[in-house]
């Protein structure tokens, strides 16, 4: 197969004049993009997964209205630096280039290690909590059963094969693929959220009951009661301030296109669409979601499931699994709706591993441009103009995390990682606040949007201000409210802070041994990479 090579001489530092990828994405395939990592259906279901349970009163439908400002400056901080530096890598260019390229890699480097370990759990989860049930619904309760159990680790290995196969064919096949998901997933999910709309709690109620036996409805309430579940009315408004943290993380990925920004038509007007339209329409979806969940289902039953899910799921025994999206099967008998909501579902989880892993390639394929890491994860096919080697090994990667996933007690240690993210967040945004002083060569040539000010000050500097503002609140309360991954150690503290402090030696030794071979790479950073 024809390619481009990294490792071809050439002029000044970059060994090649382009990076031989090509705009191919419009401002609608960067909001599937966007759209698709914030994901609402997922994100609804995430939610009342976990909110009711370590925030026990929280209301979820004000956490996300509470979260919408910070969520708006941060997507409002990515789009223009996307729009001043619109690069493959994102965050490692913007922050490499206006403050440090350790730094910058640092903060990349943990980015895309979140993204690799959120694909690995997401593909475990396309098995155990979605195909399962969608099976079951199918009328194959026992491959159901088969699929949510370790056979999801062998499952996961077709799954990868298959979405390394879609990116090594191009972005054009990856946009086909992620309409194709954007719509089944928008048919099941509005089927799904009309049903919870015109039905009744008291529908559902009888739903249950007429599969589970008698008063099962409340028997589950009752055996979360037993098991210690308890809500003091006193802390439902701190624990839904508190509940903002699982808001934030489930906005989180439609300001992510700055990564793969370098692949972008018209970057400088469709990023700000992309984003802004992708966070208008997930918070829209999120508030009146959560409002129609807990009407339909009712807070006490989707509290006692949480709280059993979480402490003693053998007293629960639901048949298709403790999330509200395999609660279909309580909600009709229709077996055409019962279909439609499953498979809206599993495409869901489907779309969001598509944009996840344009992230990982493309933030490896800016990494090897810059001689990070070997030239070769670079190569672009000249065909499809796609990063072969880095597609391959962001499979790898993903298939690895899983296994530790699975296997062992790896993520035991990292239960601080959402305080530490929010550390690691602070340094985009004082990256954004300096950037207009520091790197004036380039904001000077940035398009008008970047260039506006507001009171005296670039709005890119404001969005830096107030997004540091945001981040400081997530790290309050991820290190206040420690219930939401463990207690704060010394150990678990470290263990998080490792995902990032671990990214300054694998920058430096490349940047050591090339210096002592006469290159001095730390020059690339004095300019953008090439388009």
């Not at 997401?122 to 088969?146: D, T």
């Not at 529908?203 to 249950?208: E, L, M, N």
């Amino acid at each position: 197969m024809a390619s481009v090579d990294a490792a071809k001489p050439g002029r000044g530092f970059f060994v090649r004049d382009a990076t031989g990828l090509v705009r191919e994405l419009s401002w609608f395939d960067t909001f599937l993009c966007g759209f698709g990592i914030l994901n609402v259906a997922l994100g609804l279901v995430q939610s009342f997964a976990y909110a009711p349970y370590v925030f026990p009163g929280s209301n979820m439908a004000l956490a996300f209205v509470i979260a919408l400002p910070g969520a708006f400056f941060i997507g409002l901080l990515n789009a223009l630096f996307t729009a001043a530096m619109p690069r493959s890598g994102g965050d490692y260019v913007w922050v490499s280039r206006s403050l440090s390229p350790a730094l910058g890699f640092a903060v990349n480097f943990f980015a895309t290690f979140g993204v690799v370990a959120a694909a690995a759990v997401n593909i475990w989860y396309m098995a155990s909590n979605f195909l399962s049930p969608a099976l079951y619904v199918f009328g194959f309760p026992q491959a159901a059963a088969w699929v949510a159990g370790p056979p999801a680790l062998f499952l996961a290995i077709p799954a990868i094969a298959l979405l390394v196969l879609i990116f090594s064919m191009g972005l054009n096949v990856v946009r086909r693929v992620m309409l194709v998901l954007f719509l089944v997933t928008g048919v099941g999910t509005l089927t799904w959220l009309l049903m919870l709309a015109f039905g009744s709690n008291a529908g559902f109620v009888a739903g249950f009951n007429g599969l589970m036996g008698p008063d099962a409805y409340n028997g589950v309430i009752q055996a979360a009661a037993q098991a210690g579940r308890s809500v003091d009315p006193a802390t439902a408004g701190r624990n839904s301030f508190y509940a903002l943290i699982y808001a934030f993380q489930m906005y989180g990925g439609f300001q992510m296109i700055g990564y793969f920004a370098g692949e972008i038509k018209r970057v400088n007007r469709s990023a700000l669409m992309a984003i802004m339209t992708a966070l208008a329409a997930g918070a829209g979806f999120f508030i009146v979601g959560a409002l129609l969940v807990v009407r339909y289902f009712g807070y006490d039953f989707l509290s006692s499931v949480a709280f059993l899910a979480n402490e003693a799921p053998d007293a629960l025994n639901l048949p298709t699994g403790s999330y509200i999206s395999s609660f279909i099967i309580f909600m009709t008998t229709n077996p055409i709706l019962r279909i439609i909501v499953s498979l809206g579902f599993l495409a869901t989880i489907t779309w969001i591993l598509l944009p996840q892993m344009l992230i990982i390639t493309r933030n490896m394929f800016a990494w090897s441009f810059d001689r990070i890491i070997p030239g070769w994860v670079a190569k672009v096919n000249e065909r499809t103009h796609s990063p072969i080697n880095a597609t391959i090994i962001a499979g790898v990667l993903i298939y690895v995390m899983l296994v530790i996933t699975l296997t062992t007690s790896f993520w035991a240690y990292l239960v601080n990682l959402a305080g530490v993210g929010a550390l690691v967040g602070m340094v985009l945004s004082i990256a954004a606040i300096v950037f207009p002083y520091r790197r004036r060569d380039i904001f000077d040539k940035a398009p008008s949007v970047v260039k506006k000010t507001a009171l005296g000050l670039p709005i890119l500097t404001w969005s830096g201000i107030l997004t540091l503002v945001t981040q400081v609140v997530v790290a309050y309360v991820a290190f206040n409210a420690p219930s939401i991954g463990g207690a704060v150690s010394m150990v678990s503290l470290l263990s998080s802070l490792a995902v990032f402090i671990i990214a300054f030696p694998i920058y430096l030794i490349p940047y050591w041994v090339s210096k002592r071979r006469g290159l001095d790479t730390s020059l690339a950073y004095k300019e953008l990479p090439p388009e």
